[in-house]
């Protein structure tokens, strides 16, 4: 979806370095996700936000972290206590208008390996 | 918590051919059942998406039934095509707090030979 953007497309950690993946959207949705993806398995979440400066722990949030300080914004930093950070990171967001299902749209992805 | 498997992992069809993708969740509260199709370093795209106060529903060469008493649902693709060949996800969700929670299936990588 146009309206998802995720920056970089590729990202390569070093040793005890802390990274930071980029997610914007200009349509005005109020919540957003953070996906875990590893071959041959299914996303996992990581982290989500419902509304502005609040989120909350997905599945697997041992070292992220992340913050919501715009609704436009919703960046995700794998921290070093993250030891295994490579995998494709997706992130999604959705509307909480028109009622609680409605589907999630993805941006195209990080793709994040260590050095 | 909720568990979605789905099956196949793989499945190799002839175009024009039928493709199904069968898919069980273990919470019957989940009332929410959206499908993606994620072609290779891509982002995943919704392509059909049920709710769970239905039993079928069709877009053109996809449909996706929905069975709650047995807790699955399916996908069918009709007269496939080459451009087709992808990974589907199915996810079940419910909501809790106002919160949607996705949980997705391990995946079903298609392929469609001419």
């Known amino acids: 979806d146009g309206g998802i953007t995720q920056s970089p497309k590729y990202l390569f950690r070093k040793e005890g370095q802390n990274v930071t993946l980029s997610c914007e959207q200009n349509?005005?949705?109020?919540?957003m996700y953070w996906y875990r993806q590893d071959p041959g398995q299914g996303l996992r979440l990581i982290y989500y936000?419902?509304?502005?400066?609040?989120?909350q722990k997905g599945d697997i949030a041992e070292g992220y972290s992340v913050s919501r300080e715009k609704k436009e914004s919703f960046p995700l930093t794998v921290t070093s206590a993250q030891k295994n950070p490579t995998a494709f990171y997706l992130c999604?967001?959705?509307?909480?208008?028109?009622?609680?299902?409605?589907?999630?749209?993805f941006g195209d992805g990080t793709r994040l390996s260590i050095l | 918590g909720e568990n979605v498997e789905q099956h196949p992992s793989t499945l190799s069809v002839q175009e024009g051919d039928s493709a199904v993708i069968k898919c069980t969740y273990s919470?019957?509260?989940?009332?929410?059942f959206p499908w993606y199709k994620q072609e290779l370093g891509k982002r995943p795209q919704l392509i059909i998406d049920?709710?769970?106060?239905?039993g079928e529903k069709k877009d053109q060469r996809i449909a996706v039934t929905l069975n709650k008493t047995a807790k699955h649902f399916s996908l069918h693709i009709t007269e496939t095509q080459p451009e087709d060949s992808a990974v589907y996800f199915c996810?079940?969700?419910?909501?809790?707090?106002?919160?949607?929670?996705?949980?997705f299936g391990t995946g079903t990588r298609l392929l469609v030979s001419p």
């Open positions: 999604a967001s959705r509307t909480r208008d028109r009622g609680p299902n409605q589907p999630q749209h």
């Open positions: 349509l005005n949705h109020d919540a």
């Open positions: 936000s419902q509304i502005v400066n609040d989120f």
């Open positions: 919470d019957s509260a989940s009332n929410y």
């Open positions: 049920i709710r769970s106060n239905v």
């Open positions: 996810a079940a969700s419910r909501v809790i707090t106002g919160f949607q929670k996705l949980v």
